[in-house]
């Protein structure tokens, strides 16, 4: 049986993509670097990490120095998310990693938030 293994976090702030980045890589001890996200066609940091596919991106899209939502959130390197047949949800594990060794601002979304996002 694979089992996928995701996680995804969040943290709102006015700070630079590149100051989140480098945050992120020492509370995480990975290499972030910049690439452009095919599905939002924007900048965004990523790096691959135990196989899995990390990837750190804002929204909305607005200008550095305004309050944007990013989104820390790692994936399978490979295969469509349908393929695999068990689910192993780290958002809980690195949330607790980032808020002992970033910030207490990193959170979790909730479904609500997660649902006005998609416009339902």
């Known amino acids: 049986m694979d089992s996928l293994v995701r996680f995804a ?3 709102r702030s006015q700070a630079p993509l590149k100051d989140i980045g ?3 890589n020492k509370a995480l001890n ?3 670097t910049l690439a452009q996200s095919p599905e ?3 900048p965004q940091l990523e790096t691959s990490l135990l196989g899995l596919r990390i990837d750190l991106t804002y929204w909305p899209h ?3 120095g305004e309050l944007r939502t990013y989104t820390l959130a790692g994936r399978p390197w490979r ?3 349908n393929e ?3 689910m192993v949800n780290l958002s809980p594990f ?3 990693v980032l808020k002992e060794k970033d910030s207490d601002e990193w959170y979790i979304p909730s479904k609500e938030e997660l649902l006005a996002e998609g416009g339902l």
């Open 9 to 11: 976090v969040r943290i």
């Open 94 to 96: 690195i949330l607790n």
């Open 40 to 42: 939002l066609d924007a």
């Open 30 to 32: 990975c290499m972030l």
């Open 79 to 81: 295969g469509p998310l």
């Open 84 to 86: 695999w047949t068990d």
């Open 22 to 24: 480098i945050r992120v």
């Open 62 to 64: 607005l200008e550095e």
